[in-house]
């Protein structure tokens, strides 16, 4: 019969993280610092940070999740992977944006569906950050609702025609490569997904003005005018272009949450120090219980945001061990989705909490809340809408049969 102290030896659970991570990430904190000065100087001057891609090749740490077979590699499994995004979110979701499409939609995508000589020739240039990797699947009228995308492709001559609009697509302009999705010409069935040279006649980016947020990233609108894809640049098995853009959607999702994660962080660093700096009314502010309350809630809400992105971080490597186990990918598809949304929700209220606390200086650019509360916003929309993901963990309970498109 155990003891009663014995239980505690029962549990496999264990928050700790390896020396090995703790290398990592001492790394990943080391360049975030160093590059902080950079963003701060681009988001001010309202410009597209050109920087991101050079200067985190020269600390290798564009191919984290990537195997070391592959270029600059570096083979971290999910866990290591989301504390490092989530790090990395704390400079800001314009940097974060390019770590998520270049390695969650791009890197890992290519690693789970492409063939050995795609993954030969499209990883190695990626994690050395010789090529930058894009995700085209957004249509001016298929954002959401995937399916309804118009883009076509047609066969001709041992070669793939693409002709179509993707809009909202991060790196656009700025890629090499682009994972693109289309139809059959005609068609409204069989999607398929490929990987398109940007350099390709017929392709054609143009930088989305005037948004709300994320001045330094780049957003683009991309035109194909019959752009050529070789044969073998097909990824994934014809007509399974659907089954290929979801994945990517889901490590898209995980690294959103592993950013939002490191927003919610850096707002509540940001809040402590202010309060405990500025005085009203005769002392400090952070002695005031309805600021204490705004402190409160985002701290409570950092760790539910981070237990889920850990959750979700933990299902996905034991995913990533086995790929063809369905079960696995359904609980870790939920587990992203769940992830995804809280942590996208409580980031952008934790930059709302943290303007509130700065007051009237909250409301300028020049400290980081309120950049952080205009680039956030976006986190609720892209890699899933919030109603869309509010569905889909529904029906982690409800079951499919109560879809609402079925």
Same mark, same amino acid.
């Given at each position: 019969?155990?003891?009663?102290?014995?239980?505690?030896?029962?549990?496999?659970?264990?928050?700790?993280?390896?020396?090995?991570?703790?290398?990592?990430?001492?790394?990943?904190?080391?360049?975030?610092?160093?590059?902080?000065?950079?963003?701060?100087?681009?988001?001010?001057?309202?410009?597209?940070?050109?920087?991101?891609?050079?200067?985190?090749?020269?600390?290798?740490?564009?191919?984290?999740?990537?195997?070391?077979?592959?270029?600059?590699?570096?083979?971290?499994?999910?866990?290591?992977?989301?504390?490092?995004?989530?790090?990395?979110?704390?400079?800001?979701?314009?940097?974060?944006?390019?770590?998520?499409?270049?390695?969650?939609?791009?890197?890992?995508?290519?690693?789970?569906?492409?063939?050995?000589?795609?993954?030969?020739?499209?990883?190695?240039?990626?994690?050395?950050?010789?090529?930058?990797?894009?995700?085209?699947?957004?249509?001016?009228?298929?954002?959401?609702?995937?399916?309804?995308?118009?883009?076509?492709?047609?066969?001709?001559?041992?070669?793939?025609?693409?002709?179509?609009?993707?809009?909202?697509?991060?790196?656009?302009?700025?890629?090499?490569?682009?994972?693109?999705?289309?139809?059959?010409?005609?068609?409204?069935?069989?999607?398929?997904?490929?990987?398109?040279?940007?350099?390709?006649?017929?392709?054609?980016?143009?930088?989305?003005?005037?948004?709300?947020?994320?001045?330094?990233?780049?957003?683009?609108?991309?035109?194909?005018?019959?752009?050529?894809?070789?044969?073998?640049?097909?990824?994934?098995?014809?007509?399974?272009?659907?089954?290929?853009?979801?994945?990517?959607?889901?490590?898209?999702?995980?690294?959103?949450?592993?950013?939002?994660?490191?927003?919610?962080?850096?707002?509540?660093?940001?809040?402590?120090?202010?309060?405990?700096?500025?005085?009203?009314?005769?002392?400090?502010?952070?002695?005031?219980?309805?600021?204490?309350?705004?402190?409160?809630?985002?701290?409570?809400?950092?760790? &539910?945001?981070? =237990?889920?992105?850990? +959750? !979700?971080?933990?299902?996905?490597?034991?995913?990533?061990? /086995?790929?063809? $186990? @369905? *079960?696995?990918?359904? &609980?870790?598809? =939920?587990?992203?989705? +769940? !992830?995804?949304?809280?942590?996208?929700?409580?980031?952008? /209220?934790?930059? $709302? @909490? *943290?303007?509130?606390?700065?007051?009237?200086?909250?409301?300028?650019?020049?400290?980081?809340?309120?950049?952080?509360?205009?680039?956030?916003?976006?986190?609720?929309?892209?890699?899933?809408?919030?109603?869309?993901?509010?569905?889909?963990?529904?029906?982690?309970?409800?079951?499919?049969?109560?879809?609402?498109?079925?």
């Amino acid at each position: 019969m155990l003891e009663q102290n014995e239980f505690m030896n029962l549990s496999k659970m264990n928050f700790d993280i390896s020396e090995e991570q703790a290398m990592v990430l001492e790394q990943v904190d080391r360049a975030c610092r160093e590059f902080r000065p950079i963003e701060d100087k681009c988001y001010l001057e309202h410009r597209i940070n050109d920087q991101v891609r050079p200067f985190f090749a020269k600390a290798h740490l564009l191919g984290l999740p990537t195997s070391r077979k592959y270029g600059d590699g570096q083979g971290a499994d999910m866990m290591t992977y989301a504390l490092a995004v989530e790090r990395i979110g704390r400079e800001g979701t314009g940097v974060r944006t390019f770590f998520s499409v270049h390695m969650a939609l791009g890197q890992m995508t290519i690693q789970h569906w492409g063939t050995e000589e795609q993954k030969a020739k499209y990883l190695p240039p990626a994690t050395r950050g010789d090529a930058v990797l894009a995700f085209g699947l957004t249509e001016p009228n298929a954002g959401s609702d995937p399916a309804s995308l118009t883009t076509y492709f047609e066969e001709k001559g041992g070669k793939y025609y693409l002709t179509g609009q993707k809009m909202w697509i991060s790196l656009g302009s700025t890629a090499k490569y682009i994972l693109v999705f289309a139809y059959p010409k005609g068609k409204r069935e069989g999607m398929c997904g490929f990987i398109m040279d940007t350099s390709t006649p017929g392709y054609k980016a143009e930088i989305i003005p005037h948004k709300l947020g994320l001045p330094t990233a780049d957003t683009s609108t991309v035109y194909l005018d019959k752009a050529e894809v070789a044969k073998e640049d097909m990824l994934g098995p014809p007509g399974k272009g659907m089954s290929v853009a979801l994945s990517g959607l889901m490590n898209g999702r995980l690294s959103v949450a592993a950013g939002c994660v490191g927003v919610i962080q850096d707002c509540l660093d940001e809040a402590v120090r202010y309060a405990g700096v500025r005085f009203q009314h005769g002392k400090l502010i952070g002695k005031h219980q309805l600021v204490q309350r705004h402190i409160g809630l985002m701290s409570m809400n950092l760790d &539910a945001a981070k =237990l889920l992105l850990l +959750k !979700a971080a933990f299902i996905k490597q034991k995913y990533e061990e /086995d790929p063809k $186990n @369905r *079960a696995l990918m359904e &609980a870790t598809d =939920l587990a992203c989705t +769940k !992830a995804k949304y809280f942590a996208a929700n409580a980031s952008f /209220d934790a930059a $709302n @909490r *943290a303007v509130q606390v700065f007051g009237a200086n909250g409301y300028s650019l020049e400290n980081r809340p309120a950049r952080h509360l205009a680039d956030s916003r976006v986190t609720m929309i892209y890699e899933g809408a919030n109603e869309i993901l509010e569905q889909k963990m529904a029906l982690g309970s409800l079951g499919k049969s109560f879809e609402a498109y079925s």
